[in-house]
């Protein structure tokens, strides 16, 4: 059975940057692609990226681009999402997810809060 | 990027009865890539259907999905008390992946 875990709980100052991992196991880590989605309190979900370890390939969401950086280490079974200039409205659960390749989000972490307050 | 416009915003109903809540796109989608999701309170999302209507590893076939091109939906014949979610529709189409913004269902 898959299953993702997910660092702990963060509480960031304005401005300042957080790093998020995802570590896979059960799986074939490189066979699949991992996505990033985020949900602010009482709020919807955002798709944020994906990266398909097998090939490198990372796809940023146009509201993220230039502000977010995922990549995985193979070695370790592990992807990482870092978000940098962070505001109060990044405060959110931020969830790693499993892409099948139907491009549905078959598997989940158990989601990371961040806050971002002064 | 593809737009997901969920309906209603929040559905109360009883238990035992049906529910129907659709999920339109701004342009067509292929069904291949239409997915819907339970969400709980305090839980990550579940996925319910892929491929617009086949049914996930363990979900109860009173889960139901259909349509194509532009609309979806998505139905639960007989709802059970552990039905009353957030249920969202995603999509997914040029290397991005768009969410809807979730019909919730309530308990009447």
């Known amino acids: 059975q898959v299953q993702l875990v997910q660092s702990g709980a963060e509480v960031k100052k304005p401005g300042s940057s957080v790093k998020v991992s995802c570590k896979a196991s059960?799986?074939?880590?490189?066979?699949?692609?991992i996505s990033w989605v985020r949900q602010a309190p009482g709020q919807g979900l955002q798709w944020m990226g994906r990266?398909?370890?097998?090939?490198?390939?990372?796809n940023y969401a146009q509201k993220f681009q230039g502000r977010v950086t995922i990549n995985a280490d193979k070695s370790t079974s592990t992807a990482y999402m870092e978000l940098s200039s962070l505001r109060s409205e990044d405060t959110a659960v931020y969830y790693c997810a499993r892409v099948s390749s139907w491009e549905y989000f078959d598997f989940w972490g158990q989601g990371t809060l961040v806050t971002v307050s002064s | 990027e593809i737009v997901l416009t969920q309906s209603p915003g929040t559905l109360s109903l009883s238990p035992g009865e049906r529910a129907t809540l659709s999920c339109r796109a701004s342009q067509s989608v292929s069904s291949t890539y239409l997915a819907w999701y339970q969400q709980k309170p305090g839980q990550a999302p579940r996925l319910l259907i892929y491929?617009?209507?086949s049914r996930a590893t363990g979900i109860p076939d009173r889960f139901s999905g259909s349509g194509s091109g532009t609309d979806f939906t998505l139905t639960i014949s007989r709802l059970e008390p552990e039905d009353f979610a957030v249920y969202y529709c995603q999509q997914y189409g040029s290397s991005v992946y768009t969410f809807g913004r979730g019909t919730k269902l309530e308990i009447k």
């Open positions: 990266i398909i370890p097998m090939f490198g390939i990372v």
């Open positions: 491929g617009a209507s």
């Open positions: 059960g799986g074939t880590f490189s066979s699949y692609s």
